[in-house]
């Protein structure tokens, strides 16, 4: 039988249409039957974008299709003017980007986006277009379905835009649909449930799918074949478990080792050392602290912590949870509305204006995105010579010798210095964002998801360099992360943040296995194994248990909601206390023996 | 900031608040240049009754006309009698002119008015097509050329384009007056007539900004995500700018019209001068000149209070436009 969809040669080059035109896709060939799933894999620059747009016969502002045969049934997709092409997209191939929340019109109501291309596209009228919208918001589990439409995007989280823009792709009942990066930007609570909810959607259409992604769980959920890419080129193809199981190209091996960091073995700590860092009951939040010491818009609540000397600690929680927040208290940029911060022995002013500049020296913040976090006009020099300048007054030479130091310390060459930011690889980046910490030789850094916005190998990598940097000066981490496996592999203890609350806090072992919080069992769940049919296995989550309304302004638990473990009579009307699991750790939680 | 509204009534009270805000904030502005306005004005060397008498007057003669004119109280006084004359809808009597300024006004208001009206007619739609379809042609011929010819026109001076324009429509073709009289009687065809150069005068100065600023707001959308995702749904060139970007471009387009707009009431003094056009720019000219302090400062009040007006209808627009602010 012939495959619904084929290609041939593909080529596509950037820059211009002469010899100067860099090619950032070369030589990909591929064919998806009816109905299939393909997975293209790779890291970011792979070109799997790229390819996927071509389908439609799309390229980026700069890029060209330059070669290469495309056919999706009959059509030859290449062979199509812009009027056809505007005819074939959002009708018959449909795409979901990666980030819904910027790819829907801010200022369009979403019913509107949602019908539009069975609008335009004459597909149908508007109240059958609604009513068929309605009829996909139910099928991929939004709540409200009636009436959800006539929000508008910023009303809504990241989890519902990205199943609504699903429902925008299905709304033409599309032959091929391209799924670009469709969860990254998602918890992975949410995660599971919108993967769930896109498969049974286009499976139910019959539709051929094209599945971009560089996280290898997610697409051996998804596909049934897998294409991988590295530089634009073909590394591995075959059909999904065959890749997965053995795979035959080093690269897919390289690709498969970064998915799941080892764990990095802990440096042995002195034991009983007086902590480094210490957090007791503390509160912080925005707008107004009442008398209690309660900010009016609370965003931690009652956090006790302690990080021992050359120890790490990981703080993991969904957006939203406070992690980041907890952060910028340590680091001063948030004032604590109560409670106390020590450091070394000594209270930590709550701001940056009574702090000393030793005190500042010795804690140093990393931010996630190096890409704004560091200056793109000034060069390496700069960046790394204003902290030597600014805490060691480091000159001329000194400041020289330093540098070349610090490169060394996070492995990149010396000829780097005099390079500016923007020309620097992602990873380069995250290493420099890190040096510029080192220079102030800090005891207690901060990382702030130092290796989400990287790919996974580059991030494999850093956490390395954390690792080695840890052993070799004796640094102490507060390492933040959405990512439980990132954070397994980095940290002596680890910390689960929800709502702003510590719900379970306990040495790295205890996350093994069970028993957990309720939470941490959820977020332990979600994450999807390296197989396929995982995602078949996790039931859907039950409904929680029915319970009275939640007793008013008393303290309770910040999980009650979502929890499906949660007690009539009990969870709804007292504050949840602490226990101690066997397993090592402290959760908040009514149950005393924690469930699993 | 109040606690997050819900419901749609306690969005519409939202969007009332920051509206009320607004123009509370207006008129602060409104009393704080009337203010600098009486004070500036008295700062001019002179005064009416000064210029009234002529160099020659002896002393005694003006501070006895100083006196029945009452110049001679405290500034605070005469700021507070004026600030409510001006309430009242009573900006004072011309000792110049001899006649109420309310009357001077009303004879140049309308005039002046009209050709600011007439103008903005043709310039904004004129301005969002030029802008419009060179950012739709970013970086082509076309957006190239409408580049150009925009920039030109910022760079030429308002004399030249005007005396240009008499020169070959009034000198060598003889098509259109060179005089710019509103005619007493005689159909609307009479008055765009009439006014054909001065509109066109103002309109080429005014247009290039607004062409430039719109131009401007569109680019700045076309590079983002949701454009991308426009063009993948398949939706036209025109309806991807027209339904999907405008939308979102409109608060910036607005704000640079106002403040292009605001200058047709006020900065039309050149092209009134050189068509000899009856207008409130010229009168305010004029006003200083003779010293007339009341009409001057009654001019200034109108313009300032124009160009509050144009920037309180573009705020509006822009919250109106953003569904963050109107439906939160």
Same mark, same amino acid.
């Given at each position: 039988m012939k495959p619904h969809v084929e290609v041939k040669g593909l080529r596509v080059t950037a820059g211009g249409k002469d010899d100067s035109a860099i090619t950032i896709v070369e030589g990909v060939d591929f064919t998806i039957p009816r109905g299939g799933v393909l997975a293209l894999i790779g890291e970011s620059g792979s070109g799997k974008t790229t390819i996927a747009l071509t389908l439609m016969g799309y390229a980026r502002?700069?890029? !060209?299709?330059?070669g290469g045969s495309i056919r999706l049934g009959d059509t030859d997709i290449l062979g199509l003017d812009e009027p056809g092409l505007a005819a074939l997209r959002g009708d018959r191939v449909a795409y979901i980007a990666q980030s819904a929340a910027a790819s829907f019109n801010p200022s369009k109501r979403i019913m509107d986006q949602v019908v539009e291309p069975a609008l335009i596209h004459g597909r149908m009228d508007r109240k059958t277009a609604e009513a068929k919208a309605v009829s996909l918001f139910k099928a991929l589990a939004l709540p409200q379905p009636d009436s959800i439409g006539n929000r508008y995007p910023h009303q809504l989280s990241g989890g519902q835009l990205q199943r609504l823009m699903a429902a925008m792709a299905l709304i033409t009942g599309p032959e091929l649909v391209i799924l670009d990066e469709p969860t990254t930007a998602l918890d992975v609570t949410t995660q599971i449930e919108v993967l769930r909810a896109f498969k049974h959607a286009v499976a139910s259409q019959g539709a051929t799918a094209i599945y971009v992604s560089h996280d290898l769980a997610v697409v051996a959920q998804m596909a049934d074949q897998i294409l991988v890419l590295n530089k634009g080129r073909v590394r591995e193809a075959g059909v999904a478990a065959q890749v997965l199981q053995s795979p035959t190209d080093d690269y897919t091996r390289t690709l498969m080792a970064a998915a799941r960091p080892a764990p990095k073995p802990a440096p042995a700590v002195p034991p009983a050392q007086a902590p480094l860092l210490e957090i007791k009951g503390l509160f912080a939040g925005y707008g107004k602290v009442d008398n209690t010491g309660r900010p009016e818009i609370p965003v931690l609540r009652d956090i006790s912590l302690s990080i021992a000397k050359g120890a790490t600690l990981g703080v993991i929680g969904e957006s939203g949870s406070g992690k980041s927040t907890l952060a910028r208290v340590v680091a001063g940029l948030i004032r604590p509305a109560s409670g106390a911060v020590n450091f070394d022995g000594q209270r930590l002013p709550g701001?940056?204006?009574? !702090?000393s500049r030793d005190q500042f020296r010795r804690i140093q913040l990393v931010f996630q995105n190096a890409d704004t976090a560091l200056n793109p006009a000034h060069s390496v020099e700069e960046i790394l010579g204003r902290p030597l300048r600014f805490y060691h007054g480091l000159k001329g030479a000194a400041q020289r010798k330093r540098m070349a130091e610090l490169l060394d310390l996070i492995r990149l060459p010396a000829s780097l210095a005099g390079r500016a930011c923007s020309g620097l690889s992602g990873g380069q980046k995250q290493r420099i964002n890190l040096a510029r910490a080192l220079a102030a030789k800090p005891d207690l850094i901060l990382c702030d998801e130092v290796t989400s916005a990287l790919d996974t190998v580059v991030g494999a990598a850093i956490l390395d360099l954390l690792a080695e940097l840890r052993r070799e000066l004796g640094l102490a981490y507060m390492f933040i992360s959405h990512d439980i496996g990132t954070v397994c592999a980095i940290c002596d203890d680890i910390m689960v943040l929800y709502g702003g609350t510590a719900v379970e806090i306990g040495p790295r072992a205890a996350y093994q296995a069970p028993p957990f919080h309720p939470y941490t069992d959820l977020l332990v769940g979600s994450v999807p194994e390296l197989r396929a049919g995982w995602l078949e296995e996790q039931a859907a989550r039950p409904a929680p248990p029915a319970i009275g309304p939640a007793l008013d302004g008393a303290d309770l638990c910040r999980f009650l909601p979502r929890c499906t473990a949660r007690i009539d009579g009990l969870c709804n009307q007292f504050t949840p206390p602490r226990h101690h699991l066997p397993g090592g750790s402290d959760i908040l939680c009514h149950h005393p023996e924690a469930v699993n | 900031m109040a606690a997050p509204p819900t419901s749609r009534e306690s969005g519409n009270a939202f969007l009332l608040i920051l509206l009320a805000k607004r123009v509370a904030s207006g008129l602060l502005t409104l009393f704080l240049v009337s203010l600098v306005v009486f004070i500036i004005s008295g700062l001019l060397p002179g005064d009416a009754a000064q210029e009234m008498l002529g160099?020659?007057?002896t002393p005694e003669a003006v501070a006895a006309l100083r006196q029945q004119m009452g110049l001679d109280q405290p500034a605070a006084v005469r700021f507070l009698r004026w600030l409510a004359g001006l309430l009242g809808g009573d900006p004072g009597f011309s000792l110049v002119a001899n006649m109420p300024v309310a009357d001077i006004i009303a004879s140049r208001l309308p005039n002046s008015l009209i050709l600011a009206a007439l103008s903005t007619l043709v310039a904004v739609p004129l301005a969002l097509t030029i802008g419009i379809t060179s950012a739709m042609r970013q970086g082509g011929r076309l957006d190239r050329a409408l580049n150009t010819t925009t920039l030109a026109m910022v760079a030429l001076p308002e004399f030249l384009i005007a005396t240009i324009a008499v020169l070959i429509f009034a000198v060598e073709l003889r098509w259109l007056p060179s005089i710019a009289l509103v005619p007493a009687q005689g159909g609307f065809l009479d008055l765009l007539r009439a006014l054909a150069m001065p509109i066109l005068s103002l309109s080429i100065i005014v247009v290039a900004q607004m062409a430039r600023m719109t131009r401007a707001a569109i680019i700045a959308q076309l590079g983002l995500p949701y454009v991308e995702m426009a063009r993948l749904k398949g939706v036209s060139p025109a309806r991807l700018v027209l339904v999907h970007v405008l939308p979102n471009a409109i608060a910036p387009i607005v704000n640079a019209m106002a403040l292009s707009l605001s200058y047709l009431l006020g900065g039309a003094v050149i092209v009134e001068t050189i068509f000899n056009y009856p207008g409130l720019a010229s009168l305010m000219v004029n006003a200083v000149t003779s010293r007339d302090m009341p009409l001057l400062q009654a001019c200034a009040m109108i313009f300032c209070c124009a160009y509050l007006s144009l920037v309180l209808i573009a705020d509006t627009v822009a919250i109106l436009a953003n569904p963050r602010l109107r439906n939160r």
């Open positions: 502002s700069g890029c !060209r299709i330059a701001g940056l204006e009574q !702090r | 160099q020659s007057a």
